[in-house]
C-alpha cells in the first residue's frame, strides 16, 4: 500500500524529469539560435554549446509570471579571440539573440 510519503516522494520525481526534460529542450533550441545567429555573422561558435546562465521571473504582455531563461555561448571571429553571445526565452518564446562584436573578453597573444 502506498503512504502519503510515498506519493510525495513519486510526485517530487515526476516533477523533477519534467524540469529537466523542458530544460534539455530550451537548451537544445537555443544551440540551434547560437548556430544560426554564429552563421549569419560569418564567426565560429566554440564548444558547439551553450549554458544555462540565468532563470529569472518577470511578468508577461498580461501581467501574469514568466520565467526568463538565458543561455550564453562563446564565439569568434578568427579563432585567437573570444566573444560572448546569448539567447534569451521569455516564457516559450524567444526574446533575444545576441552577439557583442565589441572588445573581445579573451585575446590570444599570436607573438
Known amino acids: 500500500m502506498w503512504t502519503l510519503g510515498d506519493l510525495f516522494i513519486l510526485i517530487l520525481v515526476v516533477a523533477a524529469i519534467g524540469v529537466w526534460i523542458q530544460h534539455d529542450r530550451f537548451r537544445r533550441r537555443a544551440l540551434s539560435l547560437a548556430r544560426q545567429a554564429t552563421e549569419r555573422g560569418d564567426v565560429q561558435l566554440l564548444d558547439q554549446s551553450v549554458s544555462l546562465r540565468r532563470v529569472s521571473v518577470s511578468r508577461g504582455d498580461r ?3 514568466r520565467l ?42 599570436r607573438s
Open 63 to 65: 501581467g501574469w509570471p
Open 68 to 109: 526568463v531563461r538565458r543561455f550564453d555561448f562563446e564565439f569568434s571571429r578568427n579563432g585567437f579571440d573570444r566573444f560572448h553571445g546569448f539567447v534569451e526565452f521569455a516564457g516559450e518564446r524567444v526574446s533575444a539573440v545576441e552577439l557583442d562584436l565589441g572588445d573581445p573578453h579573451w585575446q590570444h597573444d
